[in-house]
């Protein structure tokens, strides 16, 4: 009889987990989710989806997934359930609703690294304020009376250490030029100086991590790269310690013009916002900015006639600029970057500096007959729509000239691309203004 009681009292539980499986059962069959396969248990395609391949391509495994399931599909990665998309349309959608529909939402081992105060994975009115304060130091008056002239003059240290005839890598070239200049405009670190040194090796580090495995055991490199992560924040406490005293005592450095000490003067944030907001800015400014670079230089060479119109743009900047008496580059002479401005917009389109983003759903949304359910992962495809020959054409070529279009054309495709390119003002201006001076001083 206890045991008819107990199985009578458990009843209405049993009852009602069969009808709560049920009404999810009938929901899920109501849903018309895109085509897809989910792969392998917790693993799902995350490592196929991973797999290296060239900045210029989408890769074997898109490549596949778009062929039998079409632009919109649905997969398992990152361990989470997820809508890829490689259509333009969907893409823009996603962004336009930023907030609303969607968010951000990177994995955790990513917010692990960067901080969860990094505005990578920040979202709603945090995300808004951090992106205020950086916006507002870069505000357009600093753009044209300081800015443009560190980049040219971190543009010539780089310049004058190569030698005739000698060989270097682009990319660490590259990587060199957008980390000095971050540490300038972010600390006011200078070039060359022991500390300067030491924090780019500590990054060097950290950067090996943040793009590994999140495998945190001793030895990995996701394990060094938090490692590294506490070394550069502890050096970046003692910066703020330093100026936080200066400040008080009356003994402020003019020449100390930078975020750091505008965002000790003008917000509220606590000291680990601070340091995460740091390491996630030098983070974004040095790898999407150095990279698109090296891209630059890379693809330049194979289209010669973008090399010679380049050369002619920019030797008639050099020639009016004699003519005027005047020596630094300034506001003007980035105006007249017509062409120099087609040719980094074609780089950032066919090079892919970002290749996809990290999204989840707010809400059940429904798209072109498809539904994506509240709280699945969505990964818009940045570089399958860059490369698909139904927004560009001829895709794969290099070619700047595209961008020399009417205006509407030109807003209809930025609308499609480089809308959805999280690509602050100051890392796309150092892209073009580096491109300007290499070619004023080498040309």
Known sequence: MPDFEHIFLLLPCILSLV????????????????????????????????????????????????????????????????????????????????????????????????????????????HRDMRIISLNFLSNARLRTHLLREVEKHTLLVLSTWKENCVFSAQEEAKKFTFNLMAKNIMSMDPGHPDTEQLKKEYVTFMQG????????????????????????????????????????GKENPEEDDLLESVLKHSNLSTEQILDLILSLLFAGHETSSVAIALAIYFLPGCPMAIQQLREEHLEIARAKKQSGEMELNWDDYKKMEFTQCVISETLRLGNVVRFLHRKALKDVRYKGYDIPCGWKVLPVIAAVHLDPCVFDHPQHFNPWRWQVSLSPILILRD??????????????????????????LF
């Open 416 to 441: 499609h691309v480089f809308v959805i390119i999280v690509f602050d003002l100051l890392l796309f201006r150092n892209t073009i203004c580096f491109l300007l001076s290499l070619n004023l001083h």
């Open 210 to 249: 943040v793009v590994s495995a999140p495998i945190n055991l001793p030895g990995t490199a996701y394990r060094k790269a938090l490692q590294s992560r506490s070394t550069i924040l502890k050096f970046i406490e003692r910066k703020m310690e330093k100026r936080i005293r200066k400040m008080k005592e």
């Open 19 to 126: 009808l709560f499986f049920i009404l999810i059962k009938r929901k899920q069959r109501r849903l018309n989710l895109p085509p897809g396969n989910m792969g392998w248990p917790f693993l799902g395609e995350t490592i196929g989806y991973l797999k290296p391949y060239s900045a210029t391509s989408i890769g074997e495994f898109m490549q596949q997934h778009i062929s039998r399931y079409g632009n919109i599909y649905k997969s398992n990665l990152f361990g989470e359930k997820t809508i890829v998309s490689a259509d333009a349309g969907l893409n823009k959608f996603i962004l336009q609703n930023e907030g609303r529909l969607f968010e951000c939402s990177y994995p955790t081992s990513i917010g692990g690294i960067l901080g969860k105060w990094s505005m990578l994975v920040l979202v709603g009115d945090m």
